[in-house]
């Protein structure tokens, strides 16, 4: 039990938002300043502190050297234009077009001498191959359902994501020029032609969301990220096993789901948002009825009972569909204007066993934001808007990235009426337990003593 010291200060959200008023995460900010960018080779292997709940990233092949990399990417670059010297043309084909040019690649790939250490004849002919008849890299990384994030730098080298940690792929594009025919290459593989765009965003059939910066737009080179949700959705028991959230915070979780409370999950890009619903949604019953509004197939993949929605562009349509469906829970993956209006209409109405997510650094303006967005164009303003959140009380998670590079829940709170505000009734909050040499965060939610209102 923490001493009245520690105990959170009370927070009340005046009347009159002020939407330019920073968040105040406290625990957050410490985590971030004590700690370092983490290098996914250097992730240790000894066990954290008993006290502490560990991060437990995927571990990734340990990093080349600067020189290493440059090293590897000239020779792939060799062997692309010897095999082309020998007649292997740029082509995209299926195994028999791969199956033909083989011997010249490897022909190629076998006339370098002396390779260095970890090279083989056999890799550069693979690379070479996939940069040749294919889409590169993306050819082999896309088909790993464990990889979650797919990134080019401007450089040719591809880095990869798993569970939230980016690190090394051992992959390259040989020069930046076949980089920018890699992306154009997977993009009509899935129907998407970028027609000399500088910059692209597109959803690939997958679900995956690909953006691309191109010449002139990108300086040094083209830059692409692909983003997309696991194979197998994670479960409250990984999230907490691998430490994006404490065990002692299930009991509450898990209680909140089952009593139908609205719950928001608040955070910014790329803090595990989604993640976190994807599990929730796992732990719901089989027999509720859902409706899910989103982009991308992301959380429609955890519940393929679900009706889902897509929300491109206006998604007045298809958050009014999901309404009209009277669902038992109706789930939002993220926050436009249709899905603020939507969300502020149901809390007000007393709707319960709603999920939905809300891009912003933190609860009070998660909050905020919900009030501003779902009151354009209403009879209700803001400033009584903001207060009639707070009337149904929801459960409030807040996710961050910290600076060891791992999503974490940070706090858990519960908004509750305060006169002629809001209170944001801090249930647990994230303590720091250290950092070790190697920039790893060792953390854990702890209970503030204050009890929720379900």
């Known amino acids: 039990m923490p001493t009245p010291a520690e105990m ?93 040019l083989r011997p010249t690649v490897e022909q190629a790939a076998r006339s370098l001498p002396n390779l260095p250490n970890g090279v083989t004849p056999e890799r550069l002919t693979r690379d070479a191959l996939a940069e040749i008849a294919g889409a590169g890299p993306f050819d082999t990384l896309i088909e790993d359902g464990e990889i979650t994030a797919i990134i080019v730098e401007s ?106 409370r609205n719950v928001l999950v608040v955070g910014g890009a790329g803090s595990g948002r989604t993640t976190l619903l994807s599990a929730f949604l796992s732990a719901l019953p089989a027999t509720d009825r859902i409706a899910i509004v989103e982009t991308r197939d992301e959380l429609a993949r955890v519940r393929r009972d679900a009706a889902v929605l897509h929300a491109e562009g206006d998604s007045t349509a298809a958050v009014d569909a999901a309404v009209r469906m009277r669902p038992h829970r109706l789930v939002f993956g993220e926050t436009t204007p249709a899905t603020a209006r939507a969300v502020l209409h149901h809390f007000v109405t007393g709707a319960e066993g709603i999920l939905a997510a809300v891009d912003a650094p933190g609860a009070h303006a998660g909050l905020l934001r919900l009030a501003g967005e779902g009151t354009e164009g209403s009879w209700l303003s803001a400033t009584q808007a903001i207060v009639r959140l707070a009337a149904s009380r929801p459960l409030i998670l807040e996710t961050s990235r910290l600076g060891d590079g791992t999503c974490r829940v940070v706090g858990i709170s519960e908004a509750r009426p305060a006169g002629d505000g809001v209170h944001l009734e801090a249930l647990f909050t994230l303590r720091i337990d250290g950092v070790d040499g190697q920039g790893c965060v060792a953390a854990q939610l702890v209970p503030t003593g204050a009890a929720p209102s379900f």
């Open 8 to 100: 959170p200060q009370r927070e009340v959200i005046p009347m009159v938002p002020n939407l330019d008023e920073p968040t105040r995460q406290p625990d957050v900010a410490a985590a971030v300043a004590m700690s370092r960018p983490l290098e996914p080779a250097s992730i240790p292997s000894g066990a954290p502190p008993s006290h502490a709940v560990a991060v437990a990233p995927v571990r990734a092949a340990s990093r080349p050297s600067g020189h290493a990399v440059d090293e590897y990417q000239e020779l792939l670059a060799q062997v692309v234009r010897g095999a082309r010297s020998r007649g292997a043309e740029s082509a995209v084909g299926d195994e028999v077009a791969r199956a033909r």
């Open 155 to 260: 450089t040719g080298i591809v880095s990869v994501g798993r569970s939230g940690v980016v690190g090394p792929s051992g992959y390259c594009f040989s020069s930046s020029a076949a980089a920018v025919e890699g992306i154009d290459r997977l993009l009509r593989s899935h129907g998407v032609d970028r027609g000399g765009r500088p910059a692209i965003e597109a959803i690939l059939r997958d679900g995956a969301r690909l953006v691309a910066v191109f010449p002139p737009v990108a300086i040094n080179g083209p830059v692409a990220s692909v983003e997309r949700a696991p194979a197998r959705a994670p479960t409250l028991n990984d999230l907490a096993a691998r430490g994006a959230l404490s065990s002692n915070t299930l009991p509450l979780i898990h209680h909140a789901l089952q009593s139908r």
